[in-house]
């Protein structure tokens, strides 16, 4: 990437990328994600919430799926395009500027959060707005967007349903693609009246109700504001144009009325040719909300004079992402298209919900992206948050391997763990003494005879606590009871001479 690392406006010409980007978008408080998973599966509700939503979506995603006889054609496909794009993006990126320029648009380039949340502020103040509506875009949650627009006078308003449910509620988000899961309509309806201050006081939980509160609301938004802000989907670097998919119309709102337009996008999102489009237009929708196609789907090429944004920016975003793609096990990560099946299959997720992972990217994908963009020390239980069960990597559009980037992150946190110490940590003490104690045969059967002192721990074929530091095991899992007989005591049994054993 040296290449593009040596690019103009903001991106460092010195080739060095600092260790950890700054500003980006952490919402975890200081719980690591045990304590906060712990916590998540003690509400009742939450969970309840979650099954039901990621069931009926996992189902949606299984019917439309199977209706298609090249789906996993498909799938090689987009997992090809992005090899090749990946494997050439300095050259793709350039190539897009070069597009989006010649078509009027401006392309600003960002290292990290704080350069790109300065660049959307300053745009937006030049434009002389005070309010922006926003279309729904993870990667300025990652920035930290709406915060840094607050600081700056600036109210950025969600258009997104779920989005604006999520701001309403001063909560935040848990999921990709349906950030308000852990939501139902009832408390919906309370959050709604209580913070919209235009909401009907007879309005009830009925959806139809909900999201016709929420239409009314945003319409007088959408025809006020000055500046629009959005991330995009796909990039298409041949054309030079941008990509937004959605379900509910708010994003065409946001991408056409508004005079001033800008895109945020991570680097990652581009693909080669125009053609491109024809592979993810088909696996996204359906990995994603179980729909043949997107409802709408929006693009862009620069300016048209007197219609739509007259003035329109693209941020490109790099905060971690040149990092992930030196990481040569871990850069197939950065293929990515947000789709959430991986979520919606995770057994994991499914039981504690996004907010526990602490990251705007919870799920297998956030467990794997987190760590690589904002550094494995963080998030040191992320990679570890997974069964390994490989869910994820049989329902993922562009076939990430999410399972063995997760052992490989796990490899890392070992290793760095291992590095000289003062004090060896529990588990490295541990792994010491039973190597010591498998080092030689009488020790071994020491050890053995020792382990079945565990037996009189047990209860109806289980040990449930152990004490430190194998507590750490039986906190989270039984452990399973030693034999009455070591395989050896067996063989010598077996074989001993019959008069013997008479
Ligand atoms: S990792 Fe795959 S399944 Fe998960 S969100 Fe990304 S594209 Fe979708």
Redesign the pocket.
Known sequence: MSTFLGMPRGVSKEGQLPAAPRGVGHLRGEEPFPVAARRALADSQLRANLAKATTSIRAKRARVVAELPDWEELRTAGSAIKARTLGNLDGYLELLEERFTERGGTVHWARDAVEANQIVTGLVLEAGACEVVKVKSIVTDEIGLNDALAAAGVNAIETDLAELIVQLGHDRPSH?LVPAIHRNRAEIREIFLREMGDADPALTDDPQALAEAARLHLRRKFLSAQVGISGANFAVAQTGTLCVVESEGNGRMCLTLPRTLITVMGIEKIVPEWADLGVFLQLLPR?ATGERMNPYTSMWTGIVPGDGPQDVHLVLLDNGRTAALADQAGRQ?L?????????NACPVYERVGGHAYGSVYP???GAVLSPMLTGIKDNASLPFASSLCGA?YD????K?D?PSILVHLRARHVEAARRPRRVPGPEAMTMEMAAWAMSGPARFAAAQRAGRIARLASRRGRIRRLPPPLSAWTSARDAPVPPGQTFRQWWQREHQDPDERA
């Open positions: 990709i990995s990560a293929a990515c298209i947000r789709c959430s099946a991986c979520l799920g297998p994908i994820c329902v993922c559009p562009v990430i999410i």
